[in-house]
Nanobody, 117 residues
Framework: QVQLVESGGGLVQAGDSLRLSCAAS????????VNWFRQAPGKAREFVAA????????NYADSVKGRFIISRDNAKTTVYLQMNSLKPEDTAVYYC??????????WGQGTQVTVSS
């Protein structure tokens, strides 16, 4: 199994930036797609962004297009989520998830992002 550890969350003001990290270890393959999801209080978990670790594929939710950038560092087996122009509605726990198929996804423990207005 793959193990995932997120970091980089915090409390920021609207308009600020944060960079989240998702470090992968264990049984991880470059062809895996690594996803970021988020869950706000009282709301369902929602997709944020995804990247294929070998390159050639990224995807973003409409709500973050133009503000968030997903990238990876192959040497560190880490995926980043650069979040710019943050809004209060971006407040949520952010999780990364990956695996051979969505049904097999392993999840990290999550990192809290709070954006004050």
């Amino acid at each position: 199994q793959v193990q995932l550890v997120e970091s980089g969350g915090g409390l920021v003001q609207a308009g600020d930036s944060l960079r989240l990290s998702c470090a992968a270890s264990g049984r991880f393959f470059n062809w895996y797609v690594v996803n970021w999801f988020r869950q706000a209080p009282g709301k369902a978990r929602e997709f944020v962004a995804a990247i294929r670790f070998s390159g050639g594929y990224t995807n973003y939710a409409d709500s973050v297009k133009g503000r968030f950038i997903i990238s990876r560092d192959n040497a560190k087996t880490t995926v980043y989520l650069q979040m710019n122009s943050l809004k209060p509605e971006d407040t949520a726990v952010y999780y990364c998830a990956t695996g051979p198929t969505p049904n097999d996804y392993q999840w990290g423990q999550g990192t809290q992002v709070t954006v004050s207005s």
